[in-house]
């Protein structure tokens, strides 16, 4: 069996390799992917995989950082220009870009979910011959935006698993659903498909990542470091005046949004452990002359417990409402994406370092590099996951990467989508080995 699928895998990488480089070159970011899940419900589709999509998968008030009505639809058409698959949009328009595919064997057993994420970033892509994606002809031909991140790779990886699985379904027990989340980036996607349902009957859970600094050949098998986070938009409203002649009539939003942006980095951490808060973004003001009404902050506080961000995040609120006082100013505050912390299973993570142990090209299995990762809306999965009784982990595929991630150079080692498309086929293939302990 374990040769039988090492020679199919063998037999799909090209696909992969195409899959990866098609998504890499029309990078789509969170909610617009509406050509890269047209593909993905077609490929689907024709393996004979049943399809949840759209609406179905995603409840739309728990969405997060969704782009305005005109850029959907803008976005919608540029999609269609370059390749979308007309008789798959309607499912995704508005920004509803997610898929769930289910194999259902009929034979006793689990119910088995892996999460790919499809989004880009919004980067833009290095246009250098020492870049080998321009080199090659597929870097990101849509401006601000590529795949900086490695989920190109993801997808295909998830695409790569719908084919084996279903090579080898008869070898398979119980029913394996596949998970295409959109907008992972920012921490926005992931919520919104929880609160649609999507794993209220998942047993076991498992979401990848490749990359992340984790060395070639090494598997992650349990990462246990994602810092949960809470992001918003704060915007301050003020009123406008001349700032030679009138300014006593003014209310200036720009020294509201300073005074923020300084107390907010000067927040006290916690004992408890680490803690983060960054302004990444202020802008304000029309003129010179003028004194600014308006001021935007893009802000994100992140926390080693889901309690520490929690403590952060309303130590925050408070600042800006303080802040907003002090100018006279009106001010609001927009959740634009949140992530929890969440630890795997330990006894999940046991059965996929034991399975991972079959698969050649991984020669280090480790739980966890024990350094933050950063945060992961996958988090939302796994917690809903565990509270209904199952099991979950994340998993992270080391690889040989060009630039590190969110970085204008990235770019990683193709082959590592064949590692893991292996691994994830045998965690599916064995897990009645698991469950019968």
Known sequence: MEQAVTDFVKEISPRLQHWRRDLHKFAESGWLEFRTATLVA?????????????????????????????????????????????????????????????????????????????????????????????????????????????????????LG???????????????????????????????????????????????????TGVPAGELVCGSDTFLATTKMDIAFRGVASH???RPEEGKNALLAAAQATLALHNLPQHSGGSSRINVGVLQAGTGRNVVADRALLKVETRGATNDINDFIYQQALRVVAGAAAMYDVQHEVKLIGAARSCQPTR??????????????ELTSLVDS???????????YMMERVKARGGQASYIIFGTQLSAGHHNEK???????????????????????SFTNE
């Open 42 to 158: 077609e490929e689907l589709h024709r393996l004979g995989w049943s399809l949840q999509l759209g609406k179905e998968v995603i409840k739309a008030e728990a969405r997060m950082g969704v782009p305005a009505a005109e850029v959907l639809a803008q976005q919608e058409q540029r999609a269609l220009a370059q390749g979308a698959l007309p008789q798959w949009l309607p499912h995704f328009s508005g920004g509803f870009c997610g898929i769930v595919a289910t194999l259902a064997t009929g034979r006793p057993g689990p119910v088995m979910a892996f999460r790919v994420d499809m989004d880009a970033l919004d980067v833009v892509e290095m246009q250098a011959q020492a870049h080998r994606p321009f080199a090659e002809g597929f870097a990101s031909c849509n401006e601000g935006m590529m795949h900086a991140c490695g989920h190109d790779g993801h997808t295909a990886i998830g």
């Open 161 to 211: 698993v719908a084919q084996v699985l279903k090579q080898f379904s008869s070898r398979l027990c119980g029913t394996v659903k596949l998970i295409f989340q959109p907008a992972e980036e920012g921490t926005r996607g992931a919520k919104s498909m929880v609160e649609a349902g999507v794993l209220d009957d998942v047993d076991f859970f498992t979401a990848i990542h490749i990359g």
């Open 243 to 245: 700032a030679g002649a």
């Open 347 to 360: 006894p999940w993570v046991n059965y996929i370092r034991q399975q991972a142990a079959r698969i050649p």
């Open 369 to 379: 590099r024990g350094q933050p990762a950063g945060s992961e809306d996958a988090t």
């Open 410 to 432: 990235f770019d990683f080692d193709e082959a590592v989508m064949a590692t893991a498309v292996k691994t994830l086929a045998a965690l599916a293939f064995h897990i009645d």
